[in-house]
């Protein structure tokens, strides 16, 4: 049994600890004497249970307790977000401290059930594997087929992080020595490698009493233990780093702060929209779920799920393709990161999507040339509507991902993955929602690529608001422009300026 303060899960469950009690007396005097107190308790919990559990024979009962406290604590956490007290910087950091601790509890308590179980194998079994194994030949060097399955080879010394394969030869093993008796059994683990020292051999020692492993040379006539390790078939797939505090990346980091990102985009998607299905759905185990969002999109393996086809009557008869929840948490954090670039370089008189401008904004902005241009209603003016037909589904899709390109590659010291970021902005561009889709009859939202698509090409446009008094004046929302005149002549005009 190791020391209780020396396991990872201990370390990691106390910093957690410790983050819970500095964060709690920043609470409200409302909160900090009721949830603050209960967060206090679950994380003391949390490390009593951990005590147990080292020191049972039976510890997959405390480390479902130890779990029960960790979803205590990530439920109060939420709902202390929820009710602004916490910053959202202090609620990911917490929440990435809470799923280091869940992933080493969720680990050790998988080891434990398997340990029991091996633990009911007949005792003749087990020795009956041991004397095989070990009335083979002593050679470290040896063939590895004869110790290691096919695909499968003896580690080399350098080869730290691979287990043994305790299917054959239980942990902690002990040792044969060169008189043929055997020690140490259940309290000392000798693994011989690959690697040769004159004479002797390289070898890997894991002890009862010691939290590290011992390296070191010996005579190759001991009876030790070998490690097989599996082939591999590809590349290792790396884990994204996910402990730590937040802090400002660019192009060569920062996956930490698109963490932070990702849980700002997700708190920007379900405002005005917490009650709907796929809201409440997601929020179940948001904190689960971005995680796993997360290192889909660092590993990029990022897949857009399935649509939502719906039809509209009002005020023309459409259809219309939603996106699903996830997938707007990821648009949304497209938006957050380009969308600075891109403002300036849109048209001033473009109202959808945009921060301070909107419906209202429009309708005031109509209102004030259609006085303008009837001198304040006591002329006639004519007024002239317009609706592109088929805006999104008939977009080039290759020119908008080629301007959006070219708008984040001229940015210079970006703080952000550009390359990250246009991996998503084409998976998002070139999906077709019609392939993979869900008919359904309620209304929803506006489709899938409304923020990113809308203004790019409008930027573009021949810009009318300098306009002479005998010129029109045009304003956008959406996929629509509205025009004022004074006379019924500019009409044509109009539109074969806008054609050309």
């Known amino acids: 049994m190791a020391l209780y303060y020396n396991l990872p899960v201990y370390k ?6 410790m983050m819970l009690f500095a964060s709690s007396s920043g609470f409200a005097r409302e909160y900090k004497y009721t949830t603050g107190q209960e967060l206090k308790k679950e994380g003391m919990f949390l490390i009593k249970n951990i005590y ?6 039976d ?42 601790v869940s992933k080493q509890l969720a680990a050790w308590e998988k080891y434990s059930r398997g340990k029991s179980v091996d633990k009911k194998t007949p ?6 594997a041991q004397a095989s194994v070990r009335s083979k030949s002593n050679n470290p060097l040896a063939e590895s087929e004869e110790f290691c399955p096919k695909s499968g ?18 942990l902690l093993a002990g040792n044969r020595n060169t008189d043929g008796t055997f020690n140490n059994l259940d309290a000392n683990e000798n693994s011989w490698s690959s690697s040769v020292s004159v004479g002797n051999a390289w070898r890997r020692n894991l002890n009862i009493g010691n939290a590290t492993v011992n390296r070191d040379t010996n005579d190759q006539a001991n009876g030790f233990s070998v490690r097989c390790v599996k082939d591999l078939q590809s590349p290792v797939k790396l884990r994204p780093a996910l402990s730590g505090t937040i802090s400002r990346g660019g192009q060569n980091g920062g996956n930490q702060q698109l963490l932070l990102d990702l849980f700002r985009a997700y708190f920007d998607t379900r405002k005005n929209k917490r009650k709907t299905a796929n809201a409440l759905a997601f929020e179940a185990d948001y904190e689960k779920k971005l995680f796993k969002l997360y290192e889909e999109i660092v590993n990029r393996e990022y897949k857009i799920g399935q649509s939502i086809c719906f039809i509209v009557d009002k005020p023309v008869k459409r259809e219309i393709f939603a996106a699903d929840f996830r997938d707007r948490i990821v648009h949304h954090l497209i938006f957050n990161y380009i969308n600075p670039i891109f403002e300036k370089h849109f048209i001033k008189d473009s109202y959808s999507c945009r921060i301070g401008k909107g419906t209202s904004r429009g309708i005031k902005r109509v209102d004030h040339f259609i006085r303008s241009c009837s001198e304040n209603y006591q002329k006639d003016c004519w007024i002239l509507k317009l609706d592109i037909q088929g805006y999104f589904m008939a977009m080039d899709r290759n020119i908008l991902y080629e301007k959006i390109e070219s708008k984040l590659k001229a940015v210079r010291n970006a703080d952000f993955d550009v390359d990250l970021m246009l991996y998503l902005v084409r998976a998002v561009v070139f999906h077709d929602p019609t392939q993979n889709c869900r008919v359904k009859g309620k209304r929803e939202d506006w489709g899938r690529t409304a923020k990113i698509k809308k203004p790019v090409f409008r930027g573009r446009r021949k810009r009318f608001s300098n306009r002479k008094p005998d010129k029109p004046a045009f304003r956008q929302y959406l996929f629509g422009r509205i025009g004022s005149f004074r006379a019924r002549k500019n009409r044509g005009k109009a539109l074969w300026q806008i054609c050309r």
């Open 123 to 128: 005792e003749s079994s087990v020795a009956g």
């Open 59 to 100: 510890k997959v009962a405390h480390i479902g307790e130890a779990r029960e406290n960790l979803e205590m604590i990530r439920l109060f956490m939420r709902l202390m977000q929820d009710f602004s007290q916490l910053s959202l910087k202090k609620f990911v950091e917490i929440n990435l401290a809470v799923e280091e």
């Open 52 to 57: 147990r559990a080292n020191k049972a024979m």
């Open 12 to 17: 990691a469950s106390y910093k957690l600890m």
């Open 153 to 170: 080879h003896i580690a080399q010394i350098h080869q730290k992080n691979c287990a043994i394969n305790s299917a054959v030869i239980p």
